[in-house]
C-alpha cells in the first residue's frame, strides 16, 4: 500500500467532525486500519467500555466482531452488518481511496430493535456486571433501524472518502513541489559547476542561472543578468532573440529565419538547436561560438524553462582558417609549378620551331639580297624584292625574340646575370612590336641616364615584362586614348620600371585580388589568372617589388622594383 | 690570289647563301655539305677562312673542328649555328680543351656575312 489513512487524513479534524456527527446522530464510529488499529473513535457506548472491552472473555467476542466485519468488506461488499456476539450490532464500510481499500469506517454499536432485556440480565450474572450501571449502560445504546443504517454509513464512508482523496491530492502536490524544488536544486548544481557556459532561461524569458564560465566568456557578471531579459547584451550589440528565446516559446521557424545555414537540430538532443555564429562584441576582437539551446520540460511535456550552452571554438576556427590558407597555398604553387611546367615546354618547343627556322630563313634572306643585287634599282621588281626583303628581316626579329625570350627555360633552370633593364625592355617591345603597331598604341619609353645593371634571371623579367606589358595592352583594347608609358629610373637600391596604361582600369574592389591565382575579368579564353601570381612570385624571388594602383575607367599603374647588382651600385 | 673561303654546311640554304653573297667578289668560296667531306678538302687544299655549322648528320661540327684543329691551328674558323644546347654544351668542352674557334649565331644575312668576312680577312693584323 502506498499511503496509510493516518497520512491521508488530518485525524484530529476528523475527529472533531466525526464527533459532532455522531452526537447528532446518536451513534458511535470509528475509522480503523486494514491491520486493526483504531484511529479515530467517537462516543463509544459505555456497555462496550466499561463492560465488554473490560472483561476477557467479552473482549475477545468484541475483537472477532471487529475482524469478521473487516473480512466481510475485504471480499469487496459494500458494506457489513453483524451482530456481535455480546449482542449488539456493528456496521461497516470501507473507505477506498483511488480504487485501494485502505480502512474502514465502523458504526455501532446500536440494536436494529429493541433488545432482549433477559439476555442481558443473563450476561451480567454471568460475566459479575454491577446489574444496575449495567442495565443503564445498555439503556443508552440506540435502536436504529437497518434501513437508517446505510445511508449512515455511506455518508460517513463517502465523508472519509473525500477527505482521504483530498488529502492524497495534497500529498501529491507536495511532492511534485518536491520533485521540482529537487530538479530545480540538480539543474542549479549542474549549471554552476558546469566548465562549459551555460544560462538558463524560464518560459518568461527571465534569465534564472548564469554560470561562472559564461560569466568569464561573455565578460558579463550573473549578477547584471540573473532576473533580467538582457541575456541578448552578452552576445549582441541590439536587443533580439537568443537562441533560448526561440527554444521556451517553440518557435522552430523563426530559429531558421535568424541563423539560416548556421543552424541546425540537434542530433543528440531532441528538440534542441545548435550554431555556431561569429560575434564581435564577445571578447576582444570577437569571438567564434558553438551554441545548443535546449528546451526543459516538466512530466506533462511542456516547455518551462530554455538551457543554453556556449562553446568558445574561436581557436578551432582559426586553426581550419590556418588550414585553409595553407591549403590554398599549396594549390597556389601547385598551379604555378604546372603553369612553369607548361611555360618551359612552350619555351622548348618554340625553341626547337625557331632553331628549324633559322636555315630556311637564313636562304631565304641571302637568296631576296641576292636577287636585289642583281636587279635594277629601276625595275619593278626592285622595291618588291625589298619589301621581301624587310619581311623577311622582320621574321629573323621574331624568330630571334622568340629564341632570347625562350633561353634559359630550355634547362629549367637559370642562373641570374647582370643586365641592364633597359636591354630587357627593349626586347619585350621589339616582340610586341607587331601588336603596338596594329592596336595604334602609342608606347613612349624613357629610361634615365646612366641607371645601373640589375642583377636577374633573365627570362623570368622578361617574362614579367612581357605579360605586363601584354596587359596594358589588353587593357587599352576599348578606349579611345591608347598609351602606354614605360618610365625606368633609379630608386635607392633598386631600379624601378613603371608601366602606365591609359586602359580600363581596374575597379577598386577587385583590385587586392589581381595577385590571386586564377582572378581575372578577362573572357574565357583569354587568360589564364596566373600572369600576376607569377610575376609577383618572380619578384619575390629576386628580393623586388610590385604594386599595382588603378581607377576604374583611367589607367593602370604597376611599380616594379628591381634590385641593383653589386657591380652597378659599387658603380 | 683570291682568299679561299670553305663553308661546311648540311643545309643547301646556307652554303648557297655564302656562293651567292660572295659570287663575283674577291673571295672564293667551297661549299662540303658534311664534316666527313669537308676534311676530305681541307686535305687538299688551304683555306683562308672556314665557316663550320654544327648540327650535321654524321661527323658534328665540333668533332669535324677537333678533327680540324688536328693539322691546321691557324685557319680562322667560325661556328655558324642556331644555338642548339646540346651542340653548345658540346662545343664548350671544345673551348676549354683549348679548340679555338670564333661563333656566329645563325642567320645572317649578305650584308653581315660580308662585313663579317671582310673583318676577318681584310685586317690580317687580327688573326
Known amino acids: 500500500m502506498k499511503y496509510k489513512i493516518a497520512e491521508l487524513i488530518n485525524l484530529a479534524k476528523a475527529q472533531v467532525l466525526t464527533d459532532s456527527f455522531c452526537e447528532t446522530v446518536g451513534i458511535a464510529s470509528a475509522i480503523i486500519d486494514l491491520d486493526g488499529k483504531v484511529l479515530i473513535g467517537s462516543r463509544w457506548q459505555e456497555i462496550c467500555t466499561d463492560f465488554h472491552r473490560v472483561n476477557p472473555q467479552t473482549r475477545l467476542r468484541c475483537i472477532e466482531s471487529d475482524t469478521v466485519l473487516a473480512n466481510r468488506l475485504l471480499k469487496g461488499r459494500k458494506y457489513a452488518i453483524y451482530e456481535c456476539r455480546n449482542g449488539l450490532t456493528d456496521a461497516a464500510a470501507p473507505i477506498v481511496i483511488e480504487e485501494e481499500h485502505i480502512a474502514n469506517f465502523f458504526v455501532g454499536q446500536f440494536f436494529s430493535e429493541p433488545p432482549n432485556i433477559e439476555y442481558f440480565r443473563k450476561m451480567l450474572r454471568e460475566y459479575g456486571f454491577d446489574e444496575t450501571s449495567y442495565l443503564k449502560a445498555l439503556s443508552k445504546v440506540p435502536i436504529i433501524h437497518k434501513e437508517r443504517i446505510e445511508p449512515i454509513l455511506d455518508f460517513l464512508s463517502g465523508f472519509a472518502e473525500l477527505i482521504g482523496e483530498m488529502g492524497l491530492k495534497q500529498i501529491r502536490q507536495l511532492e511534485t513541489t518536491d520533485a521540482l524544488q529537487e530538479n530545480e536544486e540538480r539543474i542549479s548544481q549542474m549549471v554552476k559547476g558546469n566548465s562549459m557556459p551555460i544560462f538558463v532561461i524560464d518560459k518568461k524569458h527571465i534569465v534564472t542561472h548564469w554560470n561562472k564560465a559564461c560569466e568569464s566568456l561573455t565578460g558579463v557578471p550573473s549578477s547584471k543578468v540573473v532576473g533580467t531579459k538582457k541575456q541578448w547584451s552578452a552576445f549582441y550589440p541590439a536587443e533580439r532573440p537568443v537562441m533560448a528565446d526561440f527554444i521556451t516559446d517553440e518557435l522552430e521557424e523563426e530559429i531558421a529565419k535568424y541563423y539560416k545555414s548556421k543552424c541546425q537540430k540537434s542530433t543528440l538532443i531532441p528538440g534542441a538547436y545548435e550554431a555556431e555564429d561569429f560575434f564581435p562584441k564577445v571578447g576582444k576582437s570577437g569571438k567564434w561560438l558553438f551554441f545548443t539551446a535546449a528546451p526543459l520540460k516538466n512530466s506533462k511535456g511542456d516547455v518551462i524553462a530554455a538551457i543554453e550552452t556556449v562553446q568558445d571554438i574561436t581557436e578551432r576556427k582559426k586553426n581550419e582558417e590556418e588550414l585553409k590558407n595553407l591549403y590554398k597555398k599549396l594549390k597556389q604553387s601547385q598551379t604555378q609549378v604546372i603553369q612553369l611546367e607548361k611555360l618551359k615546354t612552350i619555351g622548348i618547343m618554340a625553341a626547337g620551331i625557331a632553331h628549324e627556322l633559322n636555315n630556311p630563313i637564313m636562304g631565304i634572306i641571302n637568296y631576296v639580297q641576292y636577287c636585289l643585287k642583281h636587279t635594277s634599282r629601276h625595275d619593278r621588281r626592285y622595291s618588291v624584292l625589298r619589301d621581301l626583303e624587310y619581311e623577311t628581316k622582320r621574321c629573323i626579329d621574331t624568330v630571334q625574340n622568340l629564341l632570347t625570350f625562350a633561353y634559359g627555360r630550355e634547362n629549367g633552370k637559370e642562373e641570374s646575370q647582370n643586365v641592364s633593364c633597359d636591354t630587357l625592355l627593349q626586347r619585350v617591345t621589339k616582340l610586341l612590336n607587331h601588336r603596338i603597331e596594329k592596336e595604334h598604341v602609342l608606347l613612349n619609353y624613357h629610361i634615365a641616364d646612366r641607371t645601373p645593371e640589375i642583377r636577374v634571371k633573365v627570362s623570368q623579367i622578361q617574362h614579367l615584362f612581357l605579360n605586363l606589358i601584354s596587359n596594358a595592352l589588353d587593357a587599352l583594347n576599348k578606349t579611345t586614348k591608347k598609351e602606354i608609358n614605360i618610365d625606368v629610373c633609379c630608386e635607392g637600391d633598386f631600379i624601378k620600371a613603371v608601366i602606365v596604361d591609359t586602359g580600363c582600369g581596374i575597379a577598386a574592389e577587385n583590385i587586392d585580388k589581381i595577385f590571386e591565382p586564377f582572378f581575372t575579368t578577362k573572357t574565357l579564353g583569354q587568360g589564364t589568372g596566373l600572369g600576376l601570381t607569377i610575376n609577383q612570385n618572380i619578384i619575390k624571388e629576386h628580393g623586388g617589388e610590385i604594386k599595382c594602383e588603378s581607377n576604374l575607367g583611367a589607367g593602370t599603374k604597376f611599380i616594379v622594383l628591381l634590385p641593383i647588382s653589386k657591380k652597378g651600385k659599387s658603380r | ?127
Open chain 2, 1 to 127: 690570289m683570291s682568299k679561299q673561303i670553305l663553308v661546311i654546311d648540311d643545309e643547301k640554304a646556307i652554303r648557297n647563301s655564302f656562293a651567292l653573297t660572295f659570287e663575283e667578289s674577291e673571295y672564293m668560296i667551297d661549299t662540303a655539305e658534311s664534316g666527313e667531306k669537308g676534311i676530305e678538302i681541307t686535305q687538299k687544299k688551304k683555306y683562308d677562312l672556314i665557316f663550320l655549322d654544327l648540327k650535321m648528320p654524321g661527323m658534328d661540327g665540333v668533332e669535324t673542328l677537333r678533327k680540324l684543329r688536328e693539322t691546321d691551328k691557324d685557319t680562322p674558323i667560325y661556328i655558324i649555328t642556331a644555338f642548339h644546347q646540346e651542340f653548345l654544351d658540346k662545343l664548350k668542352v671544345a673551348e676549354e680543351d683549348g679548340v679555338d674557334f670564333e661563333v656566329i649565331r645563325k642567320p645572317v644575312d649578305s650584308e653581315q656575312l660580308t662585313h663579317i668576312v671582310k673583318g676577318i680577312l681584310d685586317k690580317p693584323g687580327i688573326y
